[in-house]
């Protein structure tokens, strides 16, 4: 899987495949070859299938083992909203 960073945003890519491998099988879909990481609601974003998701909710998904829904935050730890590191981030 490759990705087009346009934001700059930090993230550890092997994370990320992960996580998107883990909520297109939620979906039912299969994963895309490549993504484009973008700006979205002032935060990084991608699109699976046609629905924009925000990185740092995707790899919270991840992290926890579990889909959930609006009601549950993800924090950035340092306040940095385009830092989606997995040791600052906090659901």
């Known amino acids: 899987m490759t990705f087009e960073n346009s934001c700059n945003c930090i993230v550890d890519y092997k994370v990320l495949e992960k996580a998107i491998i883990d909520e297109c099988h939620r979906r039912g879909i299969e994963p895309k070859d490549n993504y484009k990481i973008y700006r979205y609601r002032g935060y990084a974003g991608i ?3 046609h629905d924009k998701v925000s990185v740092h909710r995707i790899i919270g998904k991840y992290m926890v ?10 924090h950035h730890i340092d306040g940095n909203k385009f830092n989606n590191s997995v040791a600052n981030l906090q659901v």
């Open 47 to 49: 699109s699976i299938k």
């Open 65 to 74: 083992g579990y889909d959930f829904g609006s009601e549950i935050h993800v």
